[in-house]
């Protein structure tokens, strides 16, 4: 089936702009993560959604960041007032989340360039 | 410092030699996840093991899991040109949903 997708790939934007990036996770999966990844480094978690609540939003950096999700769908990261140090690859995945297991499937990730 | 950890940082050698890739971590997990990336963007899955299993292996692909010394390998035996990417281990402290921590990766180069 379809996996994960994340839109738009590529987001050039200027400085103090706002950003808006959206995730559509596989159908089914309950559970949405969000991670950063600056270059040359690993993932850093953002954000976690269960259906449309996230109760673990610890990962977000300032309160420039922000994510909503509607039901068990669509998921939309905004960066507001874009800084050069948010330039990065913003990743999305989902999970079936089910008895303890889980297994996350990433989206190929948007590439946020600050100028 | 990370929760996961890998090693080496960066790995280069010539088609058909094996790769052996080390990911260290420093407090109980639930399970390890290995993914590839390429050229930055989307992480592939390759292999999930539990804390309760010792090795899983899937294709050419090799992990075991020592959880006395809190860590992982992964090994890519008879590796190709096309294994050329960033592999990552990702650990599960056990949080209810699943919370990821990532190493920095292993960039491993395979040359023709």
């Known amino acids: 089936g379809a996996g994960v997708s994340q839109s738009p790939s590529n987001k050039v934007t200027e400085k103090g702009k706002d950003v808006e990036l959206r995730c559509d996770p596989i159908s089914g999966h309950t559970a949405l993560y969000w991670y950063r990844q600056r270059l040359g480094q690993g993932l850093e978690f953002l954000i976690y959604f269960q259906g449309n609540s996230a109760p673990d939003k610890s990962g977000l950096p300032s309160d420039r960041f922000s994510a909503e999700r509607t039901g068990e769908s669509v998921s939309t990261l905004t960066i507001q007032r874009t800084q050069q140090e948010d330039s990065a690859v913003y990743l999305c995945?989902?999970?079936?989340?089910?008895?303890?297991?889980?297994?996350?499937?990433f989206g190929p990730g948007t590439r946020l360039t600050v100028l | 410092s990370q929760q996961g950890e890998e090693d080496p940082q960066a790995l280069s050698i010539q088609e058909g030699e094996n790769a052996t890739m080390n990911c260290s971590y420093k407090t109980s997990i639930n399970n390890l996840q290995w993914y590839r990336q390429n050229s930055g963007r989307g992480l592939v899955n390759l292999i999930l093991?539990?804390?309760?299993?010792r090795e899983k292996h899937s294709g050419r692909l090799r992990v075991t899991l020592d959880t006395s010394k809190k860590s992982s390998s992964l090994l890519i035996t008879a590796s190709r040109a096309a294994d050329t990417a960033s592999y990552f281990c990702a650990t599960d402290l056990g949080t209810s949903y699943g919370k990821l921590t990532f190493g920095q990766g292993t960039i491993l180069t395979v040359h023709p």
């Open positions: 093991i539990r804390s309760n299993e």
């Open positions: 995945a989902s999970s079936r989340l089910y008895g303890g297991y889980n297994e996350q499937f």
